[in-house]
């Protein structure tokens, strides 16, 4: 069963406008990241929030985390083309060294 | 170059062959990982690796064999392909335990069973 699951699964906006994806997990966590993976590649990390953060920004992004709620958003702020991409949440099993990645937001920027 | 990195890039097989995918980083994390991405699933833990001589199954291991007899090489290997082994293989590497540390994810290879 999945430990991270996003929500939406696919996204799509206007050049210009802001983004925000969802993760919901179920159990209790001492860090969730995100990252970006761009269509035919890789994942990159994007941010790590940790269970004591309730905010956190990086550029435009800003990813927040309820830790009572179990859930995290990513908002993507002044959306351009490139970032058209699948976003992933990731988070830990137990808290143990297995890393668990949600099925993805799929982001297309419309021009 | 430094990094993570996969080969090969591109690779198919028949049913009931071996194959053996490489990924091998530069910076000698300790932590590496093994995914499979398929459409509908997202990304799923196949094995992972806390060190060298150390592996432990992930989500979906079966039909897969792991080694790591040295802190940059992780390979995986499809001892007897099938079809459903069909997949995009992502490679990745940690510094340390947990998600404190961030993942770096080798380009993929994608395996096509035939």
């Known amino acids: 069963s999945q430990q991270g699951e996003e929500d939406p699964q696919a996204l799509s906006i206007q050049e210009g406008e802001n983004a925000t994806m969802n993760c919901s997990y179920k159990?209790?966590?001492?860090?969730l990241q995100w990252y970006r993976q761009n269509s035919g590649r890789g994942l990159v990390h994007l941010i790590l929030?940790?269970?004591?953060?309730r905010e956190k920004h990086s550029g435009r992004l800003r990813v927040t985390l309820d830790t009572s709620k179990k859930s995290s958003s990513l908002l993507i702020t002044a959306s351009r083309a490139a970032d058209t991409a699948s976003y992933f949440c990731?988070?830990?099993?137990?808290?143990?060294?297995?890393?668990?990645f949600g099925k993805g937001t799929r982001l297309h920027i419309l021009p | 170059d430094a990094g993570i990195t996969q080969s090969p890039r591109y690779k198919i097989t028949e049913t009931g062959r071996q194959v053996t995918l490489m990924c091998h980083q530069t910076?000698?994390?300790?932590?590496m990982f093994w995914y499979r991405q398929d459409l509908g699933h997202g990304l799923r833990l196949i094995y992972y690796?806390?060190?060298?001589?150390?592996?432990d199954k992930g989500e979906v291991p079966d039909g897969y064999v792991v080694s790591r007899s040295k802190t940059e090489n992780f390979p995986l290997t499809l001892e007897s392909a099938t079809r459903s082994q069909t997949s995009v293989y992502f490679c990745?590497?940690?510094?340390?335990?947990?998600?404190?540390?961030?993942?770096?994810f080798g380009p993929g290879t994608r395996l096509t069973v035939t």
């Open positions: 929030i940790r269970s004591n953060e």
């Open positions: 159990t209790s966590i001492n860090n």
């Open positions: 990745a590497s940690r510094l340390g335990p947990t998600l404190a540390y961030e993942q770096y």
């Open positions: 990731a988070t830990e099993i137990n808290r143990d060294d297995k890393i668990i």
């Open positions: 910076w000698s994390h300790s932590y």
């Open positions: 690796s806390a060190a060298a001589d150390i592996t």
